[in-house]
């Protein structure tokens, strides 16, 4: 029996009395005896009907007569099933009269009637209420949703969708109309979205709120956050410099803020409860992010370095709030980098990082089953469902819905997922949603979690199934739909690496694979590859890299063989393959250099005169196998020579085995012994020209490595900055000039076979273009000529400032020692002699030249080179100093790294200690990342792009860790980056006495 009680709340003893009679009246005692919290829910009962009769005692007592069952169903469901709507009903009782006579409570409200009815309300409602108004329309809602839902009749289990999609577009009304109430406040105030760009014309710009995850998908569950991301529009090509704007803003900083306070007024708690949860961790870069993007922004997020979870995250997306048809132009364009059109090896990986990700964020608390994140969870049938559009909508438009019932259903349709499993999968997540809308319903919580066994989770039982017995029910069939999810999601992708290796291996080699013989090969070093992958630091790369080596082998079957004979190299090649992009390249194109450079896994790096030994021994073990000699010989085992060099280097590098100096320092020594024999073969090919030859006999011949070859700090991809000097001791101009061609033809034939083309590549790009007078001068110059030239003696073409900077790191790398000794003294000469007046203004003119038209900076690319604060920085300091002091201190005129020049002009005090520490710091890091993106990803360091998916496997490298919310090292990586080419251009203004 329910005992009576007194209701605190109620006003007075009569009240309750009156709102028991009515009870009792409706039959209450029974209708609540098998539902949750009987006693509670009578108490509660009792209240609203009080409530109701001192509101209006004629209208109840009429509802109580002529609608007993419609009273009751909202009673039960506003009392028992979702008891935190008594107290809304307590104080606007009026509302029990509307839900009681609603004629059409058994359909789902559209869209459109739900806005109509917002509008209705909100007409001639003054700005100040606003959001009290959204408020109440939205406990009115929820209340008519939640008798719907608690009615089983109403809404079967099945159609538990129905709720969700109700939830939604309630949820989408509610922020569309916050939204226009701040914008209609943020325009009064600072003025309409407009701008003015170059030429004058008025650009109005729009801004869209895009909803993903389950708003996003119309499956929004009754106590949810909403995810958001909001999106501001690019201005066109040509217009994007713009002024005039509201409150003198700029777009981002104008919708930036009405962003901000959007998301404060639906998130703010008043006396009339709130509007939604706001979530915007699914924007580009997570918390990090910025609040608003643009529309190109965003674009380029998730075509350069979305992963695929934010991908499938993205799947949902879609405009809720703000311009519609621009929201939908972005989610569209987004579409083709979300579904590609087949997904390699790689994106296969990537999805199953996602289920690993999954898996790792399961709740495992036996005792209170989380219905979002535990095994067999709302999660694990979502990801099915993402997992299986990935992998195949772009193929298949139809399966691209945003609802995981949807993608199920249109996924069994196509055949993709079986029938079966398909249903199975849907019984369990309308089962589990609903669950997870009763467990929010007690008090609108966000709340997945069930509570422990005992009284709690009988009131929870009880809301689904009636009855002693519920319980029971309740944790039967959650334990069998959750088996079952359990069983399909362990299915999906199951660690299957060795057959993923063979099918690469079978599209890189069908014939291989027909054969029985050499199938049981392949399928060998598919396991052996698949495991090596899995150990790797980097599977997907190494995946992705694996897959190019086989496809640039094709059927050749020596190559599976040697692997097969050497299996201790696949490890190695595998660990090559995961760690460096460049590398990985100069492998797939010359796989012959296999076994050579893994041969030896102790191997350091070689000296000089070793290098020069490794050349002479491979162009002899090449004559042999190849069975060629001359010219073609010479190309073919130059370039195999620096690729091997080079791999072995960048090994060594990689393993942290060799320090970053000594690795610019091996690769400096490299190019200039491929330098040395490129000069031998133009020798020996001038040598079919008598006259030409007699002349190079006769006299002296240079090559001065400028630079970074000039100052021992090659990096990976680094051209060869040259001059070539000759001379003829004591000759008259007369002769100097007609040995110049003879010379001109020596030096192209040494860039000929340094950068011609072969089948094994190239070795280097030469660049000559610091000789005197550029690409207007000679390409080889008379040491009498460049002395004039640098002494102003030949006219108005001689040299400027920056070929007197560019003269510091000037070194003689090749050629005639005499000639050599000579051109270093002339070097000095002009490096000491004095400053023209204006040189510092003149290095400072130039050197913003290079900031404004080569490294063209944007909000989200930075060129660390010629950028503000970039590498060129630091050379320039060094290089004004060295010149201001050089006369000095003749030891700052050597050749130097720029490490070496900042401790040598720290000694002697150009240098304070603080500038010293912020260019040797800023120096290191700079050099380390562009090494970073050269030989992990084979980056330009003249583009260093915030949004590119490769520059968070660059920051790993370097050993940034990973971000568990993001998924990316990146973001630690630009902050330091800002933080070094600030201090470094610091230290530049100050240098040159720059203000502001």
């Not at 469901?77 to 935190?84: E, I, K, L, Q």
């Not at 999609?165 to 943020?186: D, F, Q, T």
């Not at 008090?443 to 509570?451: F, G, I, K, V, Y």
């Not at 950028?867 to 050597?894: F, K, S």
């Amino acid at each position: 029996m329910v005992q009576t009680r007194t209701v605190a709340h109620s006003g007075s003893l009569v009240e309750d009395e009156e709102g028991e009679t009515r009870a009792e009246a409706l039959g209450l005692r029974e209708a609540l005896a098998e539902g949750p919290e009987p006693e509670r829910t009578w108490g509660r009962c009792v209240g609203v009907l009080a409530a109701a009769a001192a509101c209006n005692a004629a209208r109840l007592d009429r509802l109580v007569a002529e609608r007993p069952g419609a009273l009751r169903r909202v009673l039960l469901a506003t009392c028992g099933v979702a008891p935190f709507l008594a107290s809304v009903l307590r104080r606007r009782p009026e509302q029990l009269f509307v839900l009681a006579e609603d004629d059409a409570i058994e359909q789902p409200r559209s869209l459109a009637a739900l806005e109509s009815a917002l509008a209705e309300r909100l007409s001639g409602v003054p700005p100040g209420q606003v959001g009290d108004t959204l408020r109440r329309f939205k406990q009115d809602a929820l209340a008519r949703i939640t008798v719907r839902e608690s009615d089983e009749n109403c809404v079967p289990v099945e159609r538990v969708g129905d709720t969700l999609s109700e939830l939604s577009r309630l949820a989408e009304v509610l922020l569309r109309g916050a939204l226009r109430a701040v914008a209609s406040e943020l325009e009064a105030s600072l003025g309409a979205p407009v701008w003015r760009d170059a030429r004058g014309d008025e650009l109005a710009l729009r801004f869209c709120v895009l909803g993903l995850g389950k708003l996003g998908g119309e499956e929004l569950n009754y106590s949810s956050d909403v995810d958001l991301i909001y999106v501001m529009e690019t201005p066109p090509p040509g217009r994007e410099r713009l002024s005039g704007g509201p409150g003198d803003l700029s777009p981002l900083e104008y919708f930036g803020r009405l962003a901000t306070r959007f998301g404060k007024r639906v998130e703010e708690v008043t006396a009339e409860g709130f509007l939604q949860r706001v979530d915007l961790d699914l924007r580009p870069e997570g918390s990090q992010g910025a609040v608003v993007s643009s529309s190109q922004a965003l674009l380029d997020y998730y075509d350069g370095w979305a992963a695929m979870w934010e991908k499938a995250a993205f799947m949902k997306a879609r405009p809720v709030a703000g311009d519609l048809d621009f929201g939908w132009q972005v989610a569209r364009a987004i579409d083709p980098m979300v579904y590609q059109s087949s997904v390699d090896l790689a994106g296969v990986d990537a999805i199953r990082e996602m289920k690993h990700r999954v898996e790792q964020a399961r709740a495992r608390d036996p005792e209170r089953f989380h219905v979002k994140l535990a095994a067999g969870g709302i999660r694990d049938i979502e990801f099915i469902a993402q997992a299986l559009q990935l992998l195949h909508g772009g193929r298949i438009p139809q399966v691209r819905v945003r609802s995981a019932p949807g993608a199920l259903r249109e996924l069994a349709d196509v055949e993709v997922l079986p029938r079966e499993t398909c249903e199975e999968l849907l019984a369990a997540y309308h089962f589990l949603r609903r669950l997870e809308n009763r467990l929010q319903m007690e008090a609108d919580r966000q709340t997945h979690s069930l509570p422990p066994a005992g009284p709690a989770r009988e009131r929870l039982a009880r809301t689904l199934y009636p009855g002693s017995e519920a319980v029971e029910r309740l944790e039967s069939e959650l334990a069998q739909h959750t088996a079952r999810v359990r069983a399909h999601f362990d299915d999906l992708f199951e660690e299957r690496g060795n057959e993923r290796v063979l099918d690469l291996f079978a599209r890189a080699a069908p014939r291989l694979l027909a054969v029985p013989e050499s199938r049981r090969l392949l399928e060998d070093l598919a396991a052996r590859f698949a495991f090596a992958i899995d150990e790797s630091a980097d599977p997907e790369r190494a995946a992705a890299n694996l897959e190019r080596f086989a496809e640039g082998i094709g059927s050749r079957s020596f190559y599976y063989g040697l692997l097969a004979d050497r299996p201790e190299l696949i490890p190695r090649l595998v660990a090559l393959f995961a760690e460096s992009r460049t590398l990985s390249a100069v492998v797939t194109s010359l796989p012959e250099l296999i076994e050579p450079i893994f041969e030896d896994p102790k191997r350091l790096l070689n000296d000089r005169a070793q290098l020069r030994s490794e050349l002479v021994a491979l162009r002899s073990a090449e004559a042999e196998r190849r069975g060629l000699d001359g010219e073609e010989l010479d190309l073919i085992a130059l370039r195999l020579f620096q690729q091997r060099e080079l791999v072995n280097v960048g090994l060594l590098d990689l393993s942290g085995q060799v320090e970053p100096d000594a690795v610019d320092g091996a690769l400096t020594e490299l190019a200039e012994v491929c330098l040395e024999d490129a000069l031998r073969v133009a020798r020996a090919q001038l040598a079919r020209s008598p006259k030409a030859a007699a002349w190079v006999d006769e006299g002296e011949f240079l090559v001065v490595g400028m630079g970074k070859l000039g100052s021992s700090e090659l990096s990976y991809g680094s051209d060869l900055d040259v001059i070539f000097l000759y001379d003829l001791p004591g000759a008259e101009p007369v002769r100097l000039m007609e040995a110049q061609e003879a010379f001109v033809r020596l030096a192209q034939k040494i860039a000929w076979a340094l950068q011609t083309r072969t089948a094994q590549g190239v070795c280097y790009e030469v660049d000559a273009r610091l000789r005197p007078s550029g690409n207007q001068g000679m390409l080889v110059t008379s040491l009498p000529s460049f002395e004039r030239y640098h002494r102003g003696e030949t006219g108005t073409d001689v040299a400027a400032i920056w070929e007197r900077q560019a003269l510091l790191r000037a070194r003689p790398v090749v050629g005639s020692e005499a000639l050599g000794a000579r051109f270093e003294s002339l070097r000095r000469d002009f490096l000491t002699a004095a400053l023209p007046e204006g040189a510092a203004a003149e290095i400072v003119r130039i050197r913003q030249r290079m900031e404004t038209e080569l490294a063209q900076e944007t909000e989200g690319r930075r060129n660390l080179k010629t950028g503000r604060g970039g590498l060129v920085d630091v050379e320039t300091v060094c290089q004004w100093l060295q010149l201001q002091h050089g006369a000095e201190h003749p030891e700052l005129l050597a050749p130097r790294p720029i490490a070496a020049c900042v401790a040598d002009l720290a000694a002697i005090g150009a240098l304070s200690e603080r500038d010293a520490a912020i260019l040797r710091d800023g120096w290191s890091f700079l050099t380390r990342l562009s090494s970073r993106l050269r030989i992990v990803e084979n980056r330009s360091i003249a583009d260093l792009e915030h949004d590119r998916a490769d520059l968070d496997s660059v920051a790993r490298a370097l050993g940034y860790p990973r971000s568990e919310r993001t998924g990316t090292a990146r973001l630690p990586l630009l902050e330091d980056y800002a933080r070094h080419t600030e201090a470094i251009r610091s230290v530049y203004r100050s240098t040159f006495g720059i203000e502001g």
